[in-house]
């Protein structure tokens, strides 16, 4: 941890937190971004590019190389940001794709096959940043995307400025604030919070669920697989994995489905919200119980990503919101707070290098893998069995884990993620 320990968090700020790192998402959240920044582009230009340039960070790049375009027969940034384009509507924020229709296909399609649109990546830019440069009729606009997948901090047109943010993402990001708060005390404010309070992560956690049963019906491998499994031997963990992993399945694929991302991701949203839901819903869990579940997993996947960023060289869902479902689901097996940090301290142990290698459909099975293992290391940590601390990277307790997780990503993986990258681009 950094600084002085904070404790003056409390309900209204959580609650506050919590809201601002949850939105409406469709398709790959970096699919997404590329697709907002060129529609934002486009509308300070006020018409459709002729030419079109999009310039990303190497982990925008990465995480967008082979994820699908929602609704589309597209992969990749180079669609999704002609689609934007087309589209405009930059208002929409991340689920700018919602307006996907043949039309605006048969235009993208238009601009990528004369060769008008060139995606590329910036190395020496180790955060989130995307940059659209739009052209035409002697008209040339800008907007750039930093911190965020939906911060605006620059949008110009003809040189001139039209919209200009240059605070520093950390001073722009309120969930850095929870670096300083112990976890205990966060756990704590969370069992106080009223239930009723907590209704919008049901409401969220219903809305990605919807993604599921889109890929359950499409008749999907994965999916349809985890789902039989379930079917023959039915077990909590089961039904959580079957839905997480058919969510996810159906968002990787490029589905025009929305999901409620957290902390910008759509899969950390999909294993966050789910792995709670379908293991609380087989558990018999009530819905104040469920709510609270939630609200636990929730803060625990943001105050995870205030330390490593939201963009990472590890699998991000194994990390973040798979060890924040390991204290939910302790916290539902009857847990105490021991319980819920042992769980937590066994998931990092054993997931923490899990390596991310870009946004496709492999990220469904490794969701489903880590909803399973999360759900497994929470049970056996009510039983009294887990990780010890200070074993490998494990601090004496979740805090000094967080930290070290934070040390892993930068400076610990940043040759790893060159290396994926290469792997990825060639």
Do not use: W
């Not at 601009?111 to 830019?125: I, P």
């Not at 142990?349 to 893998?369: E, N, P, Q, R």
């Amino acid at each position: 941890m950094r600084g002085d320990v904070r404790q003056d968090i409390g309900e209204a700020a959580v609650i506050a937190v919590l809201k601002e790192e949850i939105c409406r998402a469709t398709g790959c959240t970096e699919v997404g971004a590329a697709a907002l920044v060129a529609a934002r582009a486009a509308e300070a230009l006020g018409r459709v590019p002729e030419k079109l340039r999009i310039t990303v960070s190497p982990n925008v790049y990465k995480n967008a190389a082979h994820a699908g375009v929602p609704g589309t027969p597209f992969r990749g940034i180079a669609p999704a940001a002609a689609l934007g384009a087309v589209i405009g509507k930059a208002a929409a924020g991340l689920a700018v794709l919602d307006a996907v229709t043949q039309d605006t296909i048969a235009q993208a399609t238009g601009l990528l096959r004369e060769g008008r649109v060139h995606a590329t990546f910036e190395l020496g830019d180790d955060g989130l940043y995307l940059r659209a440069e739009a052209e035409a009729g002697g008209d040339a606009a800008l907007a750039e995307i930093t911190g965020a997948h939906d911060r605006f901090t620059l949008v110009t047109k003809n040189g001139e400025t039209l919209l200009r943010d240059d605070a520093p993402p950390e001073e722009a990001d309120p969930a850095t604030m929870l670096r300083d708060v112990p976890v205990a005390h966060l756990l704590d404010v969370v069992a106080h919070i009223p239930a009723a309070d907590l209704e919008f992560l049901i409401e969220a956690a219903d809305l990605t669920a919807a993604a599921a049963r889109a890929d359950l019906d499409s008749g999907a491998p994965l999916g349809r697989a985890l789902s039989q499994h379930a079917q023959a031997s039915p077990s909590p963990r089961a039904a959580a994995q079957a839905l997480a992993g058919a969510a996810s399945e159906a968002r990787m694929s490029g589905a025009p489905v929305p999901v409620m991302a957290i902390t910008g991701s759509g899969n950390h949203g999909i294993t966050n919200f789910l792995g709670v839901l379908g293991f609380a819903q087989s558990i018999g869990a009530s819905r104040a119980e469920l709510a609270r579940a939630l609200a636990i997993s929730s803060i625990i996947t943001v105050a995870i990503k205030a330390h490593t960023g939201k963009l990472t060289a590890f699998c991000g869902c194994a990390v973040a919101p798979a060890t924040g479902l390991a204290a939910a689901a302790a916290y539902l097996l009857g847990g105490g707070l021991a319980a819920q940090e042992h769980a937590m301290q066994s998931m990092i142990g054993t997931f923490a290098g899990l390596l991310c290698d870009g946004a496709k459909a492999s990220c469904a099975y490794k969701v489903a893998t880590v909803v399973g293992a999360a759900i497994d290391l929470a049970t056996l940590a009510v039983e009294g069995v887990h990780v010890p601390d200070g074993d490998g990277i494990l601090g004496a307790g979740v805090d000094a884990s967080f930290a070290n997780l934070g040390r892993l990503n930068d400076p610990g993986m940043r040759g790893t993620e060159e290396v994926v990258l290469g792997m990825i681009e060639h």
